[in-house]
């Protein structure tokens, strides 16, 4: 007979809760683990993007801990349970998949998303405007990425790809122009906020494309300071333009 592992460890995290348990885990709040769950999301994708099921998995056992432990929290506040997150979490599933249990017949990809805005927005009766319900927290780019999207599905778009563009070159212009670094930090944020939406008409993730950036960069820079005959702080800029071309060759033939 298979164990049930998922049982075990919901009963390993209210042990450590409890009279008897962990004396860290029973002073935790929602707000000083809060960070936590951020972390281990964040590890989790980094997994992800390793191509690594082994670490994958491990990262994925560490947000959960953090669902479980949010969850017996409440519990022991006696608000609700991970029973009623599972609950929840299922009835919102079957709900919004009316084309899998429901009469609603489609394999559309566009008609099942379609759907799925309809009933999210149902279901979020309190959420009176379009751009409601944007979470705070989210990174500027994802963030910048889904208000975009959810301001298009009411028809706020460029006719053409070329106004796009030509938005963008109007943002470079207004910042060159700013005359007040306040001013240059507003037009620097339209600038980024362009970009997402040329991102999003190229069907490219932002957030995935400066990860992908930064990766490459400290990838040559790492191997620039390899090459380097002294320190960094004594190249002139002629020796670290000359280095970083030899760094780019390297790493661009590296496996």
Known sequence: MNKDYLKELINTVKILRSPNGCEWDRKQTHSSIR???????????EAIDENSPEHLKEELGDVLLQVLLHSQIAADNHEFNIQDVAKMLNDKLIHRHPHVFGELK?????KILENWEKLKEKEK?????????IPKTLPALLAA???SKKAVRKGFE????????DCFLEEIDEFKNAETNKNKEEEFGDILFCLVNI????????????AK???????????????????LT?????????LWEKAKKITNTDK
Do not use: H
Request: glycine share 2%; aromatic share 10%; proline share 3%.
């Open 125 to 133: 009766k309190e959420r009176k405007r379009t751009l409601d319900g």
């Open 199 to 210: 991102a999003r008409w190229n069907q490219i993730d932002p957030e995935i494309a400066l």
């Open 158 to 165: 460029w006719k053409n790809y070329s106004q796009l563009e």
């Open 106 to 110: 489609t394999n559309d990809t566009k």
């Open 35 to 45: 960070q936590n769950m951020l972390e281990e999301a964040y590890e989790a994708v």
């Open 234 to 242: 004594e190249l002139s800029f002629e020796e670290y333009e000359n």
């Open 213 to 231: 950036a930064n990766k490459k960069f400290i990838k040559r820079f790492n191997k620039l300071e390899e090459l380097s005959q002294k320190p």
């Open 145 to 147: 990425m889904k208000i």
